[in-house]
C-alpha cells in the first residue's frame, strides 16, 4: 500500500567523511525541504558525524522535522560499540538495526537485532530493522525466518514502535553484481514480510537496495512500501539532487 507518510532514510554509510561533506549534501536536502515538505526525513550518518548534521539541522529551518539516525546500535557493552544511552545523549532519534552489511561483517545476529531494537523502544529511539535474503530466493523461506526471528512473539505494540526495511543483500549497491530488484518482485517480497509478521504491523515497511534516482519511481510505484532506505545514492551531493527529483511527487 502507498503510504500517507511516505519515508526515506539516507544512510551515508562512511562515504561523507567530513563537515563540509555534511554541510553540501544538508544544502542539497534544504533546497528540497523548502519547497518538498512531505513525508519524514531521516538521516543517518557516521557516528563522528552526527553533531555536523545536528548543527546543520538546528542553523537551517528548511530541515525542521528532519530527524537524525544511527547507523548501527550495540546491545551491549562491545569496544567501539554504541549504546542507547549514547545515542541519546548525541541527540539521536533513530537508528539502522541488522543492516546487511553489519550482519555479514560485524557479526550482527538475529538474537542481537532483536535486543538492539527492543533496548531502542525503551528509549525513545525509532528502531529502523532490517531483514533480507542473501541471494534470491522464490520462496523467501529465509526471509520468513529472519522476520520471525527479529519480530516473533513480541508484543504488538512494541512492533508497531518499530520500522521494518526489505534489504535484499544481494542487491544492496555494494554487493559485486548487485541489481535492484523488479517492482513485482519487490512486492511479492514485501507482501511475504508482512505475512511473516503476521497479526503485529510495524510502524511502517521500507525498501532498501541499490536505489538510485532511475528507480526510484519504480520503486515507489510498486504500490507495497512505505517509503525508502536509500545508501550510496543519499551520499554524494549530485546524485542525491537526482535523486531528491525523482522523489518529489511522492512526497509532496
Known amino acids: 500500500m502507498e503510504s500517507m507518510n511516505p519515508f526515506f532514510i539516507l544512510n551515508w554509510k562512511s562515504y561523507v567523511a567530513s563537515t563540509e561533506d555534511v554541510q553540501a549534501l544538508c544544502s542539497a536536502l534544504a533546497m528540497w525541504r523548502e ?79 532483536r535486543a538492539a531494537w527492543q533496548q531502542a523502544i525503551t528509549h525513545d529511539i525509532l528502531p529502523i530493522v532490517c531483514v533480507g535474503q542473501d541471494a534470491p530466493d522464490p520462496s523467501y523461506n529465509g526471509l520468513r525466518v529472519q522476520v520471525g526471528a527479529a519480530f516473533g512473539g513480541a508484543p504488538a505494540t512494541d512492533v508497531a514502535q518499530c520500522i521494518a526495511v526489505y534489504e535484499p543483500v544481494w542487491a544492496i549497491s555494494s554487493t559485486p553484481g548487485s541489481r535492484m530488484e523488479q517492482p513485482d518482485d519487490i512486492t511479492h517480497a514485501v507482501e511475504q514480510v508482512r505475512i511473516a509478521l503476521g497479526d503485529t504491523k510495524p510502524l511502517a515497511v521500507l525498501y532498501g537496495g541499490s536505489v538510485t534516482s532511475a528507480t526510484a519511481a519504480s520503486v515507489f510505484m510498486s504500490g507495497s512500501i512505505d517509503g525508502i532506505l536509500v545508501g550510496r545514492a543519499s551520499a554524494f551531493p549530485d546524485s542525491l539532487k537526482e535523486l531528491l527529483e525523482a522523489l518529489t511527487p511522492f512526497f509532496s
Do not use: F, W
Open 35 to 113: 519547497h518538498v515538505k512531505g513525508g519524514t526525513v531521516i538521516i543517518c550518518p557516521p557516528a563522528t558525524l552526527i553533531d555536523d548534521v545536528q548543527a546543520c539541522v538546528a542553523n537551517d529551518q528548511r530541515l525542521s522535522g528532519v530527524r537524525i539516525g544511527a547507523q548501527y546500535l550495540d546491545a551491549d557493552g562491545k569496544t567501539g560499540g554504541l549504546s542507547v544511552a549514547m545515542l541519546r545523549a548525541a541527540g539521536v532519534s533513530a537508528a539502522i538495526i541488522g543492516h546487511a552489511e553489519r550482519r555479514a561483517q560485524s557479526g550482527e545476529t538475529d538474537a542481537d537485532v
